[in-house]
């Protein structure tokens, strides 16, 4: 195994280098022209919020995915008047049973999204512990406004334990979903969405799966999972470019970016090597979660190492990304993880991961919560 992910490494031509010292730097002096951050909702102990999508009414969804502990709600609605969270769709799917009769409900749910039709995806990516064969991974279409439940897609054996589906982005144009897988072979599902056939494709490749010399550090220190062994998150993040004709992903634990064609993913005939020879390696930035992308191309990312919030963009022929610092205050910002755009408006969702998911976590500093930052204009294109 070590040897193929050698070689499949080496023909994406990046090296490792020492990241951090390429990125523009915290500093103390730039706090009275950052940003303002909005806090949305705080989250108590009882649900630790990483999903996060919002309606075209301004309606806040929120998931806490069951991959720690099992929480008192997977899927919550924030009412908007007292910010109550309501379980979403309701109270039954949010009640978890091993061998549920005849009902669907939410098993663990790290994405939520809100396509441009308005409806709610949420993404259930089960869990290696629970029978598959019962409680399957899931896409859940919703009406965002009402609630209503519109459609569900299963998936079958060929998504196993040793994966875990992690976000999702629909193009409502083509009808087709694509998702991460990050864990196990790594990789992105492609779903037709009329059919509900689905494909896992770019397994094992040089963009499916982590750069294997590059680890999450958090103050500097290698991050350790709770057995002591180096967290490694294949596929992770996820983006769709404005016009659908780029899917933009990237794993979590390396510092690498990608794109390719949407119409060579949704074309069945290509294998994954000629598929992988047209995966766009885009370079290096900060180490981030989740990703969305704005009307004007920017690539949204949490420096999950630096605790920051950053906006990137490709220029065409740079080797690495353009990479602007947007907010960088760790005692506000901690574990930018997912996010969400809505009426001009950047939601940001803050896991705190670093502080609670770790065998070398810091203490607890706040709650789960979820931010917003109003969307800075388009950049002035240069003639």
Not at 102 to 112: G, H, M, N
Not at 177 to 186: D, K, S
Not at 198 to 225: C, F, M, W
């Amino acid at each position: 195994m070590k040897k193929l992910l050698a070689a499949l490494l080496a023909s994406a031509s990046f090296a490792t280098p020492s990241f951090a010292a390429g990125l523009p730097q915290p500093d103390s002096d730039n706090a009275a022209t950052q940003p303002t951050l909005e806090i949305v909702k705080r989250f108590p102990a009882d649900f630790n919020m990483i999903g996060v999508g919002v309606s075209r009414s301004g309606i806040v969804y929120a998931s806490a995915p069951a991959t720690m502990k099992r929480y008192s709600a997977s899927v919550v609605r924030i009412d908007p008047k007292t910010g109550a969270l309501i379980p979403f769709p309701d109270k039954n799917w949010n009640h978890f049973e091993n061998n549920p009769t005849d009902r669907e409900l939410w098993v663990s749910v790290p994405a939520l999204w809100v396509d441009d039709q308005n409806h709610l995806w949420v993404l259930d990516s089960s869990l290696p512990s629970v029978d598959q064969k019962v409680l399957p991974p899931k896409l859940a279409e919703f009406d965002a406004e009402t609630g209503r439940l519109i459609q569900i897609y299963h998936f079958g054996s060929d998504i196993t334990p040793a994966d875990s589906l992690n976000d999702v982005r629909v193009d409502t144009r083509t009808r087709t979903a694509y998702i991460t897988n990050e864990w196990g072979r790594g990789g992105l599902v492609v779903m037709d969405l009329d059919t509900g056939a689905y494909r896992l494709v770019l397994a094992n490749t040089r963009s499916g799966i982590a750069d294997p010399e590059q680890h999450l550090h958090i103050y500097g220190e290698l991050a350790r999972k709770k057995d002591g062994s180096l967290p490694v998150t294949q596929d992770d993040g996820i983006a769709l470019s404005p016009d659908r004709a780029w899917l933009y992903y990237r794993p979590l634990t390396d510092h690498h970016y990608w794109r390719i064609a949407t119409p060579d993913l949704r074309n069945a005939h290509l294998s994954d090597a000629e598929l992988d020879k047209k995966a766009q390696y885009l370079g290096q930035s900060v180490m981030s979660g989740g990703i969305e992308m704005d009307a004007c191309n920017r690539l949204w990312v949490g420096d999950i190492e630096n605790h920051g919030l950053y906006a990137l963009t490709f220029p065409e022929g740079a080797k690495t990304p353009q990479t602007q610092k947007v907010y960088d205050n760790p005692d506000v910002l901690d574990w930018a993880d997912g996010f969400a755009i809505a009426n001009n408006w950047l939601y940001i969702s803050d896991s705190r991961l670093d502080e609670i998911a770790f065998k070398n976590s810091r203490p607890l500093r706040g709650a789960t919560t979820i931010y917003r930052l109003s969307l800075p204009p388009c950049p002035t294109q240069k003639k």
